[in-house]
């Protein structure tokens, strides 16, 4: 239920930073459509594709890319004004939400014009054969700025849709007991010789691993070397 509402409501982001939400909820749902969409694409590209069901996915097409470009567009302004979220944003973050503005809506253009999704459906029976299509300049940069998008997706932070669960879900909510000679044990106990390189108030001293730094109080330290 938890992931649920996080993944389809955002229930974290509504709850700390709601201004955030207005522009996270649609951005997150566009792209839930879109992947809906390109799926509903590979499915017609060998050959399920009746006239209802290419309608069906320009019209999610269309609003899913509208979402994205809004979605983004807003979480863009507000990355640049909110002055909560400057530090946490990189120009690295402000190219992706940019890209994601002009993809979202190169997608609904391509979905709205007339005949643009039958050509898009065209256009992946080629690739899924090996063929080379023949696209209209919009389909083609909405295919050229896609398929940059994903190439570099797994070098930026927003691979978080995957990891996330990995290194938060299955953190928060893994409740299994530590039993002695248990895999989960061996498996802490390695992480605990990991080394520390770096220093905080609250953590005792770098060049240490992190059994150490978790038995010994930073205020003992310093008494230690007084």
Sequence with gaps: SFMLEEIFFLKGVRENHRKLWWGSLPFHWGLYLLVVTSFGLLVAGVGFSPPWFVSLIALLGAIGGVLTAVGALILLVLRYREARLRPYTTPLDR?????????????AAVAIVPGGMAQAVEATGQLLRLRTPEVSLLLGLQMALAGLFIFYLPFTRMIHFFSKYFTYHEVRWDDRPVEPGSALEKRLRGALDFGVDWSAEHISSTGSTWAEVATTLPDQDKKDGA
């Design 95 to 107: 190219l992706n939400l940019a890209l994601l503005v002009v993809l979202g809506a190169l997608c």
